[in-house]
């Protein structure tokens, strides 16, 4: 089991910045990979950026440039810490956003926090 709890949304004005964190607890230490997705009301849930063990980040376009995805170098090995750097906020950045981890144990297992809600506003 992997435990995922989100922290750092909040209510900003655009051009202002956040800082996400995912902290991951229980079978950390089996986790490949960490994403950020977000989700608008009625609306898919989508890919802001993804970030594996060999530090490689991924990005949508409409973020790269102005988000940044980074995970702790934590010595405790049953626990991660995943961020999302937000800078530049615009009003469309505003969603849910969920941090996922992949774990492989005996198969590929998805992981999902609870989310935490950016509020930009003009």
């Known amino acids: 089991q992997v435990h995922l709890v989100e922290s750092g949304g909040g209510q900003v004005r655009s051009g202002e910045s956040l800082r996400l964190s995912c902290a991951a607890s229980g079978r950390a230490f089996d986790i490949t990979s960490f994403g950020w997705y977000r989700q608008a009301p009625g609306k898919e849930r989508e890919l802001v950026a993804s970030i594996n063990v060999r530090d490689y980040a991924h990005y949508a376009d409409f973020v790269k440039g102005r988000f940044t995805i980074s995970t702790d170098k934590s010595t405790d090995i049953n626990k991660k810490t995943a961020f999302l750097q937000m800078n530049a906020l615009r009003p469309e950045d505003s969603d849910v956003y969920y941090c996922?981890?992949?774990?492989?144990?005996?198969?590929?297992?998805?992981?999902w926090g609870q989310g935490t809600r950016v509020t930009v506003s003009t």
């Open positions: 996922n981890a992949l774990t492989m144990g005996a198969g590929q297992v998805e992981w």
